[in-house]
């Protein structure tokens, strides 16, 4: 496909993600009715959707209009280039660009630059302050790839010489001693030895170092209350830990037994109601559900999809988390509270209100990481109660 019939398929595929197709939904189905696309052409396409929808308001705006074809071409000035180069009708290319498409001028709202929601402005200025706009124009662009080397089986140094022999370059990154940000082809990593073999986990820098803060011992009983697709889990348990995965979805650690056998560790994965007769654990985590806005980059449509309703259900499941959680700790134990979000209301706030509703807790540990850092978003925050100091 020429560079132009890509731009094509991506209006396509626009245009049904505006309609109320889920991003990923839309592009499988123009893959399946569109077989002879190679794989090269498919992953341009997506890359054109996914920046389209991390700049969906300003693409709009630059664009004059509302459809895919408008979105492309909005995003395509928004990224510095002409999109009359492209728009040129011939082939398979769209149509060129008409006299109002190219008379366009926008003025955008400092919300429709920065592609972020109106109402959610206000709470990144209180949660961010003088970085707010950095932030949101850094969630605006694609995200870094990053692995975790997985220190049951080797160091970062041998993992990224493994990677290396598979024509996939990476460099150390410094959120975490395990953390390397892949540099070159990062769509052969699931296919590489590196992954096939264990040696290699995807997982964000900043997820990497929030295990790290949690200071994990060999042998420490751990539970991760909200353990999801298992990337922590199996951090914790790469560490020596002994651990446990709960979720509510038991669908969602689907994985987590394939994923463990290939990193070569032990994870017990339990239902709710098991719970209870399994003891006390040194260390509770709660990764709990949040409005994921630290990781817009690699999820850009949660940030359109929210509203002031959902969000307020995400912080009252986020408060049931944080109260039900010291109830599995051991004596002594710590729970540790972190979401993929860059919004005190999700985090410094919750953490404050469970503080002022249960007596003898304390912060022993906190840290806000933003994209600014380097990987994505989280906050993390580690308590104990004061009687088991």
Not at 186 to 210: H, M, N
Request: hydrophobic share 40%; glycine share 10%; proline share 4%.
């Amino acid at each position: 496909m020429t560079p132009g019939a890509r731009v094509a398929a991506a209006i396509e595929v626009l245009d049904s993600y505006l309609s109320g197709t889920p991003v990923e939904q839309a592009l499988t189905g123009w893959a399946r009715s569109h077989r002879f696309a190679g794989s090269k052409d498919r992953a341009a396409i997506r890359d054109h959707v996914f920046d389209a929808v991390r700049r969906l308001a300003s693409s709009k705006a630059l664009g004059g209009g509302t459809d895919g074809r408008a979105v492309m071409i909005g995003l395509l000035r928004g990224q510095g280039g002409d999109p009359a180069e492209l728009f040129t009708g011939e082939g398979h290319a769209p149509a060129a660009l008409t006299a109002p498409e190219m008379s366009v001028t926008a003025q955008m709202t400092r919300a429709q630059a920065l592609d972020c929601p109106d109402w959610l402005l206000p709470e990144f200025d209180r949660s961010l302050g003088a970085d707010a706009d950095e932030v949101l124009n850094s969630l605006r662009s694609r995200a870094p790839v990053f692995v975790r080397a997985n220190m049951v089986k080797c160091d970062r140094e041998k993992a990224a010489a493994i990677l290396a022999e598979d024509g996939i370059d990476t460099q150390p990154s410094s959120l975490a001693s395990t953390a390397l940000e892949v540099v070159t082809n990062p769509r052969k990593i699931k296919t590489s030895r590196a992954f096939l073999d264990g040696y290699v986990e995807l997982q964000d820098a900043a997820s990497q170092a929030v295990i790290e803060a949690l200071n994990i011992q060999p042998g420490m009983r751990v539970l991760d209350y909200c353990a999801g697709g298992g990337g922590k889990a199996l951090a914790m348990a790469a560490l020596g830990a002994d651990v446990t995965a709960h979720d509510l979805s038991w669908e969602r650690m689907k994985d987590i037994p394939v994923r463990a056998e290939r990193a070569g560790v032990a994870i017990k994965c339990v239902r709710h109601s098991d719970l209870k007769g399994l003891g006390g654990f040194d260390l509770v985590l709660a990764d709990a559900p949040c409005s994921g806005s630290g990781s817009w980059r690699r999820a850009p449509h949660g940030k359109w999809l929210l509203t002031p309703e959902k969000l307020a259900k995400i912080q009252s499941a986020q408060r049931d988390i944080l109260r039900a959680m010291p109830s599995y700790l051991t004596q002594g134990g710590s729970m540790a509270y972190a979401t993929c979000s860059v919004l005190k209301n999700e985090n410094q706030d919750q953490v404050q209100a469970f503080l002022s509703d249960c007596d003898g807790y304390q912060i022993t540990a906190e840290r806000q990481f933003t994209p600014l850092d380097g990987g994505d978003g989280f906050y993390v925050s580690q308590l104990m109660h004061n009687s088991g100091k």
